[in-house]
């Protein structure tokens, strides 16, 4: 099947799942203006993106069930991704008002678009409370359901952590270079992305297929969140470095204050000269500032850095990979499926 096709019949689930929340609302006696503005809010902040998160419950529980796949299992699965995908679409809402950012997916941040403002804040609660109505009406009856709860109040929880940190240590408004580190680095990223982007999809399918081993689940955090932590240090490395033609935007995390890989790195080994450049133009909203700081990187040997670092956590995933007892921790296909899509990406 093609990604497109794939894509579409994905898509079909999201038409499935959107019309249960509109009819639901409408059964609790909300006007027709508030039932139109919930669709609103469902369509233009949830089916946009690339939907990686979501469709990865569906491909883990393909290879989980193997033969024993079916047209039901599909649907279940697919359900459980849309949920994933209205946490993301909850997080971006809410993050965009934070940063006070412009675009999303290509067009205005849904509190930016006409008469929303603020309502912004309300409309990103009603996208978390959906997961819950969904997780109630399609999964009550499952042994796993309480599993499936607290997976998803528990990821939620872990994400704000993340977004604590990263929000006060590197506000737009206030460059201070000695609020960064690699631990906080990879703090940051564990609890903002590992989490939610790779254990939950996994966990998930988990749950739903049917395994229950304490160690599968151990085995899931201990490959999917140093995946997890690779991907974001390649995006930002990929910020830096890739050509926008290459990677589709143009990368703003040096004039955005952003406490990427990339800026913890430089600090770890630049000379005071070098460091007194970074601490005068990073963060700043200026061209020549970026480009100062992007001198330093090159001087320093960054993309050579980043290679060696690159080779280095793939051949230890590897490892953990190749190591595996599947009778007790899961099936390797799982991990080289979400190794294969993430290894000398370039965008």
Not at 200 to 207: K, N, R, T
Not at 220 to 225: C, F, H, N, P, V
């Amino acid at each position: 099947m093609s990604k497109e096709a794939v894509r579409a019949k994905f898509n079909d689930v999201y038409t499935l799942i959107r019309d249960e929340l509109i009819e639901h609302i409408k059964s609790q006696g909300m006007p027709p203006d508030a039932v139109e503005w919930f669709t609103r809010n469902l369509d233009y902040n949830t089916p946009g993106g690339k939907l990686n998160r979501g469709l990865s419950v569906v491909d883990t529980a393909k290879i989980l069930l193997g033969d024993k796949f079916t047209e039901e299992h599909y649907k279940q699965a697919a359900i459980l991704g849309w949920c994933v995908e209205l946490l993301q679409a909850f997080f971006l809402v809410s993050d965009d008002i934070m940063d006070t950012s412009i675009t999303r997916r290509g067009q205005p941040c849904w509190y930016r678009t006409p008469n929303v403002g603020m309502i912004a804040i309300n409309d990103a609660f009603m996208l978390e409370a959906a997961i819950y109505h969904l997780l109630k009406v399609h999964f009550k009856s499952q042994p796993y359901y309480v599993e499936l709860l607290e997976l998803f109040h528990d990821t939620t929880y872990q994400t704000e952590m993340g977004q604590l940190i990263d929000l006060i240590t590197a506000p737009e408004d206030h460059v201070d270079l000695n609020r960064f580190s690699l631990t906080k680095h990879k703090l940051i990223v564990q609890y903002k992305t590992s989490y939610y982007s790779f254990y939950l999809p996994v966990a998930l399918a988990l749950h739903m297929c049917g395994v229950s081993s304490p160690k599968a689940f151990q085995t899931a955090l201990d490959i999917l969140l140093p995946l997890g932590e690779y991907f974001q240090i390649q995006d930002d490395y990929l910020d830096y470095h890739a050509p926008p033609e290459v990677l589709g935007k143009i990368g703003t995390d040096i004039l955005d204050n952003k406490c990427s890989w990339c800026i913890n790195k430089a600090l770890e080994i630049v000379t005071p000269e070098q460091r007194a450049v970074l601490d005068a133009n990073y963060g700043r909203k200026d061209a020549e500032c970026e480009r100062r700081v992007k001198a330093v990187y090159e001087q320093i040997g960054l993309p050579k850095i980043y290679e060696q670092y690159e080779a280095e956590v793939t051949g230890k995933i590897r490892k953990l990979i190749d190591g595996l007892d599947e009778n007790t921790q899961g099936k390797k296909a799982v991990y080289i499926s979400f190794l294969s899509k993430i290894e000398g990406r370039t965008k």
